[in-house]
């Protein structure tokens, strides 16, 4: 999940539906949490050949499509790291009217899933922790993210929908699940107010969940690439499953 918020009551429908695969996404074996081999659907396409019995103009064609399929695959191997651009990222929210993002249909198969990396910040009460380490605590976690007001303001619609659709009756979150909210200010002179920052925080965010709400204070472009979070403006929440791997967004 980059993507925009699409409601409180379509949230708590997708992730009741959820019960079912979060079992898989609860197994600590990777045998009972995969969901099988995928299946890739596309047709091969034949590959483009320079021919004596073909018209100059044809083998032309075909050689620039030849070229264009290599540089694809270059492109596909090679690693998109983030590199900020707001402009493009605001024109980009505008353009998509806010759904930068579509949500996965399915969860990622444990083979092909990556690591929640390492980020070293602070909750709300002021203790340094790495966010990697509160997903490894055998949980699974939905993990929220933001970096400006705009992003903010969405995640308490995905936060209450996963806690509805996943607590006990007496409205207790279940034990093998959690949730983790990480507010990242990105602006140096931002450093400067960060004591005002955490209080507002402390303020709209409720005491409970303080210990697992962490402020980050400056640039983390190599999180930012491994996490997929490309445009600033909007808030994002992945699924972690209990050894750490991020298995939707």
Not at 61 to 87: G, Q, T
Not at 106 to 135: C, R
Not at 140 to 156: A, D, E, I, R
Request: net charge positive.
């Amino acid at each position: 999940m980059s993507l925009m918020l699409r409601g409180t009551q379509r949230t708590a429908s997708t992730l009741r539906h959820c019960h079912v695969p979060l079992r898989a996404t609860l197994s600590t074996s990777a045998k009972s949490s995969d969901v099988g081999p995928s299946t890739d659907s596309r047709p091969t396409k034949p590959k483009k050949i320079l021919s004596l019995q073909a018209s100059p103009a044809q083998n032309l064609r075909n050689a620039l499509e030849a070229l264009d399929e290599m540089i694809e695959e270059a492109d596909r191997k090679v690693v998109k790291k983030y590199r900020p651009n707001m402009f493009a990222e605001f024109k980009q929210l505008n353009d998509t009217e806010g759904k930068v993002l579509e949500g996965a249909e399915t969860f990622v198969e444990v083979g092909k899933a990556t690591n929640v990396p390492s980020l070293l910040a602070k909750t709300l009460g002021g203790k340094k922790v790495d966010i990697q380490s509160l997903v490894l605590k055998g949980k699974v976690t939905l993990v929220l993210t933001s970096f400006k007001n705009y992003g903010l303001n969405m995640l308490p619609m995905w936060r209450d929908g996963f806690v509805a659709a996943l607590s006990k009756r007496q409205g207790q979150l279940d034990e093998r699940v959690q949730t983790v909210t990480l507010n990242v200010i990105e602006e140096w002179y931002m450093k400067v107010v960060s004591g005002s920052i955490v209080r507002g925080l402390q303020e709209k965010i409720p005491k409970e969940l303080h210990a697992t709400t962490l402020a980050y204070f400056g640039r983390c472009d190599d999180f930012r690439t491994s996490m997929a979070l490309d445009n600033s403006f909007v808030g994002y929440a992945h699924l972690v499953d209990a050894k750490g791997r991020i298995r939707w967004m």
